[in-house]
């Protein structure tokens, strides 16, 4: 919904915009209250601006491979690659692209497939990265 102050997902536990667990946060190297959180926007922003980076230098190799390319009828580009990691985490788009070396999950937790985000966030400015 785009809210800021929204809190939400299984047992209400991811924050904000973005819906961000406190661990990702955490791992984002935030270390803020959830109260914090949802009460900065920017803060909400600057995370999911480090979430960006560190997934993209994460799936550098999976972006260079098959950005511009048509993959199981999704036309593929970094945003839509970062969507979905973003939704499913790196491992799940790893196992999308290259199922015989992963087996992550390549849904979400709503039975939502990846393909689906990649081809909505498919054409994302991603120039602040």
Do not use: C, W
């Not at 929204?6 to 047992?11: A, D, K």
């Amino acid at each position: 919904g785009g809210r800021y102050n929204i809190v939400g997902g299984h047992n209400k536990k991811y924050l904000g915009k973005y819906q961000f667990s406190p661990s990702t946060i955490r791992a984002m190297g935030f270390e803020v209250s959830s109260e914090e959180f949802l009460n900065d926007s920017t803060l909400q922003d600057s995370v999911m601006i480090t979430y960006l980076k560190d997934n993209a230098r994460s799936l550098r190799s999976i972006i260079n491979k098959f950005e511009g390319t048509v993959y199981k009828g999704v036309r593929i580009t970094k945003s839509g690659i970062l969507a979905g990691a973003h939704l499913i985490g790196a491992g799940g788009i790893r196992s999308y692209f290259e199922p015989d070396q992963y087996s992550y999950p390549v849904s979400d937790g709503n039975g939502v497939h990846v393909s689906v985000y990649m081809k909505k966030f498919a054409d994302y400015d991603l120039t602040r990265l």
